[in-house]
C-alpha cells in the first residue's frame, strides 16, 4: 500500500515536471498560460516592456477569491512569447497599515516603462486605498534600477492638480454647471454638462481622477499617461516629466462622456490607435478603437476592432495592452483579459493578433496562432 502510494506520488511528479518542461510554440487564447513551473500565470490587466532581448510582463497577482492586492505586482520574462518565466514579485504590498500599498489594497493595470536617461525603470499602477472601494482613484509610482525589481513605490496622487486640459475651451472653463444641479445622471444636459468638463472642473484643485490606465513612450522618448477619468466618463491623456516621475500638467480629454476603459495604444505608419473598453465592471462588452495622427488629438472614434462571433463583447475580454512584435514590421499584439471575478487568480489572457482592413486594426478569435501569423 505504502509502495503504490510512493508509486503514485512519483508519477505525479514526473507528470507535472514534463508538464512545466514542456515548450510552447503558440498562443493558446483564453486557455491556461503556464509558467516555467507549470502554474497558471498570475500578471492580470498587464503590460509588457521589451527591454534586452526578452519581453517582461508585469500585471496583477490574482487570489482565489479576491481581486484585492495580498501580494503585488508580478513580473514574467520571455524571449518567445509563447514561454514565460516567472521572475517572482516586482513590487510588493507593504505590512504597514500607513502605507498607501498596505496588503488589501486594489493595485490594478500596472505598466513599466524605461527611462534611458535616468536609466530607471518606472512603473505605474491605479491605486485604491484600502477599504475605500473605488474612490481614491490615484495613479502611483514605483521605481527600480533593475527591470524584475524590487520597485521602491514612491506616491500616489490624482494628476494634474490646477491644470486644465488643453483642448478645454474658455467657455467650458468659465462654464458654471455643477453636479449638484443634477437630480438624474444619463439625461440630455447632464451629459452635456459632463462633456463641458463638469467634472474636470470640480476636480481641478485636487488633480483628475485616475482609474484605468495605460502608458505609452513615442519614438522621441517622451512618455504618456492615458487614464479613466472624471469618474470613468472620459479618457484624458497626459504628458510625463522627462524623468517620467511626474506629470508636467499638460494633458487632453478624449471621447468626453464616452464611458471608457481599459486604454491600450500603439502607433502604426504615424497613426496612433487605441482600443478602449465601455464600463461594465468586470464583464465584457464590446471594444472601442480610436484614432489620431498627432497624440494631442483629435482623436476619432471608429467601429468597434473586433469581429466575428464574439465580437460584440470582445471575446469575453477586456483589452489591457498593445505590444508590438520585436523584429517584425508593423505587427501588434492585442493583449485581453477574460475576468473570473469569483475566482480571480484564475482569469484568462486573450492575446490575439492585430490584422488590418481597409486601414483599421481588426480582431479576429483565433484558438491559436504563432508569431508567423505576421509573415503572411
Ligand atoms: C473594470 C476595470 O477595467 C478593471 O480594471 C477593474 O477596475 C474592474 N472594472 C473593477 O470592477
Redesign the pocket.
Not at 279 to 282: L, P, Q, S, V
Given at each position: 500500500m505504502k509502495n503504490s502510494k510512493l508509486l503514485f506520488a512519483g508519477i505525479f511528479c514526473l507528470l507535472s515536471l514534463s508538464i512545466s518542461a514542456q515548450k510552447l510554440n503558440a498562443i493558446y487564447p483564453g486557455a491556461i498560460l503556464p509558467d516555467d513551473t507549470g502554474i497558471h500565470v498570475n500578471a492580470h490587466?498587464g503590460g509588457i516592456l521589451y527591454h534586452d532581448g526578452k519581453y517582461y510582463l508585469f500585471g496583477?497577482h490574482k487570489g482565489e477569491k479576491s481581486?484585492a492586492a495580498f501580494v503585488g505586482v508580478t513580473c514574467y520574462s520571455s524571449e518567445d512569447f509563447y514561454n514565460w518565466i516567472n521572475e517572482g514579485v516586482a513590487l510588493s504590498v507593504s505590512d504597514d497599515p500607513k502605507s498607501d500599498i498596505v496588503s488589501g489594497s486594489?493595485i490594478?493595470?500596472p505598466k513599466v516603462i524605461y527611462n534611458e536617461k535616468t536609466k530607471k525603470f518606472v512603473m505605474y499602477f491605479?491605486l485604491?486605498l484600502k477599504d475605500h472601494g473605488?474612490e481614491a482613484a490615484r495613479v502611483a509610482i514605483a521605481v527600480s534600477d533593475n527591470i524584475t525589481g524590487p520597485y521602491k513605490y514612491l506616491k500616489s496622487y490624482r494628476p494634474n492638480a490646477g491644470y486644465y486640459p488643453l483642448n478645454m475651451t474658455d467657455v467650458q472653463k468659465n462654464a458654471t454647471a455643477k453636479l449638484s444641479d443634477f437630480k438624474d445622471w444619463w439625461t440630455p444636459e447632464w451629459r452635456q454638462a459632463t462633456i463641458d468638463g463638469m467634472f474636470t472642473r470640480r476636480d481641478l484643485a485636487g488633480g483628475q481622477m485616475s482609474?484605468?490606465m495605460t502608458l505609452y513612450v513615442d519614438d522621441d522618448g517622451k512618455a504618456y499617461h492615458i487614464y479613466?477619468s472624471e469618474e470613468n466618463l472620459t479618457l484624458q491623456l497626459a504628458e510625463l516629466s522627462d524623468d517620467y516621475l511626474s506629470h508636467t500638467g499638460k494633458y487632453i480629454r478624449i471621447a468626453p462622456a464616452g464611458h471608457n476603459?481599459?486604454p491600450a495604444i500603439f502607433k502604426k505608419d504615424g497613426t496612433y490607435f487605441m482600443i478602449t473598453?465601455g464600463?461594465?465592471?468586470?464583464a465584457p462588452n464590446a471594444a472601442r478603437l480610436f484614432s489620431a495622427d498627432n497624440i494631442w488629438g483629435p482623436w476619432t472614434e471608429h467601429p468597434n476592432p473586433a469581429v466575428g462571433e464574439g465580437a460584440d463583447l470582445t471575446f469575453n475580454s477586456?483589452s489591457?495592452f498593445i505590444q508590438p512584435v520585436i523584429g517584425k514590421k508593423e505587427a501588434f499584439i492585442f493583449m485581453a483579459?477574460r475576468?473570473t471575478?469569483k475566482h480571480p487568480i484564475d482569469a484568462r489572457y486573450i492575446w490575439l493578433p492585430i490584422q488590418f482592413e481597409n486601414g483599421l486594426p481588426v480582431l479576429k478569435w483565433l484558438d491559436k496562432w504563432d508569431l508567423s501569423i505576421f509573415e503572411n
Open positions: 490587466g496583477e481581486s486594489v490594478e493595470r491605479h485604491e473605488y482609474r484605468d479613466s476603459e481599459a473598453s464600463c461594465t465592471g468586470w477586456q489591457t483579459d475576468w471575478p
